[in-house]
């Protein structure tokens, strides 16, 4: 067999087409699934959202770093952590927690937050419905992609 060809990774930059200017963000997809990522379920974050329009602000920008930021099994940082991260009040992070966890986004399990796996999930498929069981309460039936109103947690 022959050996395989090492594929040249691709860096992705914005440029100001205006002046020409590379601005500092540059993007390198990474291949396969490696790198950083996170899997959104993008009807239940909106049915979520739609259910909610009293977070803003703060409690978003928290929601935002807390995707860009979960670990393996969504275990979200601290409240100190993401505060320093933010150049937050850690009473304003918490206060979101809070506002994040009455709208379903987090969840709380002993002092630990989790994202809710029914919206965002980092981990493999077979942690997923693992995860759903153990944080929720309630398994979820094979196929379902939305946060039905049964399954939402309160």
């Known amino acids: 067999m022959a050996p395989r060809a090492k594929r040249r990774q691709q860096e992705i930059a914005i440029i100001n087409k205006s002046t020409g200017q590379v601005l500092d963000f540059v993007f390198k997809p990474a291949e396969g699934m490696g ?22 602000g703060q ?5 935002h770093y807390l995707e860009a930021v979960v670990a393996w099994g969504n275990l979200v940082p601290c409240t100190a952590s993401v505060a320093g991260a933010l150049g937050l009040h850690q009473s304003h992070v918490s206060r979101a927690y809070a506002e994040l966890t009455r709208a379903g986004f987090l969840i709380k399990e ?16 077979a942690q997923l419905g693992e995860a759903v069981d153990r944080l929720l309460g309630a398994p979820v039936p094979a196929g379902v992609r939305e946060l039905p109103g049964a399954y939402r947690h309160a």
């Open 35 to 56: 790198g950083r990522w996170v899997r959104v379920f993008q009807d239940a974050k909106l049915s979520l959202l739609l259910q909610h329009p009293e977070l803003r």
């Open 59 to 63: 409690s978003l920008r928290v929601l």
């Open 110 to 125: 002993g002092s630990a937050y989790y994202l809710n796996p029914l919206f965002c999930w980092k981990g493999s498929e």
